[in-house]
């Protein structure tokens, strides 16, 4: 198995432009989520999915769009980046099993807005 | 969830057990301890879990106090490559994403 999977690994954004992040996973877990993590700081959830067509908003939603359409892809979309949100998102997958789950992390994307 | 409490940094000699304290003096009855990693750079990596009872799997071993106010993340002969941050988080059952608090985690640093 792939696990989980990001693409870029890097990106360099004008403000004002949009873009999206993909995430895939191969191990059929029901959960996605995606985070982000500023320098020196612990990771935020923006966006997370408990279902295929279910996506609920996190700690920080703003600025990011998200959809659910199958099980493997978790795509999140910056509608109009800005400096602020310069960052490096990570993208997790998990399922649960008797009430807990263990999330398993992508190797994140670093994004730059200018 | 409950919240955390980590100190910020630690060094530890190679070869040597890595002892990671955590404090989670809020923590309910349905509300288990998670130890994630994150070496410079890359995903999180899940290490170990635990509710009430000590664990120990291939990574660590981790040692919940009896009150369950407290627990230590046991490194038992740490390597250059176990440099990194560690993340201590309390979590619910069933688990809710949005009270899943990743804080800032102790940095651990491997000495030769």
């Known amino acids: 198995n792939a696990g989980v999977t990001q693409t870029p690994k890097f990106q360099v954004l004008k403000t004002g432009q949009s873009m999206t992040l993909q995430c895939a996973q191969d191990?059929?877990?029901?959960?996605m989520s995606w985070y982000r993590q500023d320098p020196g700081m612990g990771l935020r959830l923006i966006h997370y999915?408990?279902?295929?067509?279910?996506?609920d908003q996190g700690e920080v939603p703003n600025g990011y769009n998200v959809s659910r359409s199958t099980t493997e892809d978790f795509p999140l979309r910056l509608l109009s980046a800005a400096p602020s949100q310069t960052s490096v998102y990570f993208c997790?997958?998990?399922?649960?099993?008797?009430?807990?789950?263990?999330?398993?992390f992508g190797p994140g994307t670093r994004l730059t807005v200018l | 969830d409950a919240k955390t409490t980590q100190p910020t940094s630690m060094d530890c000699a190679e070869g040597r057990a890595a002892n990671l304290p955590c404090n989670h003096s809020?923590?309910?009855?349905?509300?288990?301890v998670y130890w994630y990693r994150q070496i410079h750079s890359q995903g999180p990596q899940y290490i170990i879990h635990?509710?009430?009872n000590n664990e120990t799997n291939e990574m660590a071993s981790l040692i919940i106090t009896e009150d369950r106010k407290s627990s230590t993340l046991i490194l038992p002969h740490a390597t250059l490559r176990d440099t990194a941050v560690y993340y201590c988080?309390?979590?619910?059952?069933?688990?809710?994403?949005?009270?899943?608090?990743f804080g800032s985690g102790t940095k651990l640093n491997v000495k030769p």
């Open positions: 635990g509710l009430k």
């Open positions: 809020t923590i309910s009855g349905n509300e288990y």
């Open positions: 997790a997958s998990s399922f649960r099993d008797r009430g807990q789950d263990t999330q398993y």
């Open positions: 999915s408990v279902g295929a067509g279910i996506t």
């Open positions: 988080i309390v979590r619910s059952t069933p688990f809710n994403f949005n009270k899943f608090y």
């Open positions: 191990m059929n877990h029901e959960y």
